[in-house]
């Protein structure tokens, strides 16, 4: 006789981690408050719509959308640097083939974006967005230009540290977990409540190393990043909600 799961449980396919990921309300953040979920949230079960949608693959990626120095007639202005590293699960494998992209501010802290208040000058030679594909051991690799701080209205004098902005994709679009990239010794961390909502364990894991093996003399200054999708030392991500900075 077969098994009665008319009673079985869904089962999540990702695991909360309470102990890394920030809370989804978190007061000192402030427009967070308003858009964190007032309810338990609810699994959802996979639709037919997630696997007959859009799928996400290398014919995505064109020639240059790694180097977003060379997007446009000319260089951007700012510091040249290469962020590199590897997509892990959390048992420590290469996630191979995953569409990995970025978005950042310019070297002045400003975003290529409409709603984008800050009177710094935009720059016509950086969009500031870009994605590749890992390789068969989970690596990926940007070249793009050191982004500024940028100052927002969360609390008096707020300035957020500079950062770059990280979304990992499965297979499909609804498959999408959203991070962001930190520098080594920014002195804004402290002051910073979308740095400070993760718990200070995971803190460390949104921080990119120096690395001089990828430095290129000269020319170009070398950081090493890897994305921990779970486990016990996993990347903290976001509700998908949250990677507004406004």
Known sequence: ???????????????????SHPPVSYPAYRSNVARAPKHPLVLLPQRLGEITGPLL???????????????????????????????????????????????????????????DRHPAPLDPNFSGVGRTMTDADGNYRFITIAPGAYPWKNHHNAWRPAHI??????????????????????????????????????????????????TVPEWAVGYLWDIVLRGSDPTPFEDEEDHDDE
Not at 94 to 115: C, F, K, M, S
Not at 179 to 199: K, V
């Open 1 to 19: 006789m077969p098994a009665d799961t008319s009673r079985r449980k869904p089962q999540a396919h990702y695991r909360p981690d309470p102990e």
């Open 57 to 115: 693959g290398e014919e995505r990626v064109g020639r240059n959308d790694n180097d977003l120095t060379v997007q446009h007639g000319e260089e951007p202005q700012g510091q040249r640097i290469i962020v590199g590293g590897r997509v892990l699960d959390g048992d420590g494998r290469a996630i191979p083939n995953t569409l990995v992209e970025v978005w950042q501010a310019n070297a002045g802290g400003r975003y290529r974006h409409d709603l």
């Open 165 to 214: 902005h990280f979304s990992v994709f499965g297979r499909a679009f609804t498959q999408r977990l959203i991070t962001q990239m930190y520098f080594p010794g920014d002195p804004l961390f402290d002051q910073d409540p979308i740095f400070t909502s993760a718990r200070p364990a995971a803190r460390e894991a949104m921080v990119a190393k120096f690395d001089l093996d990828s």
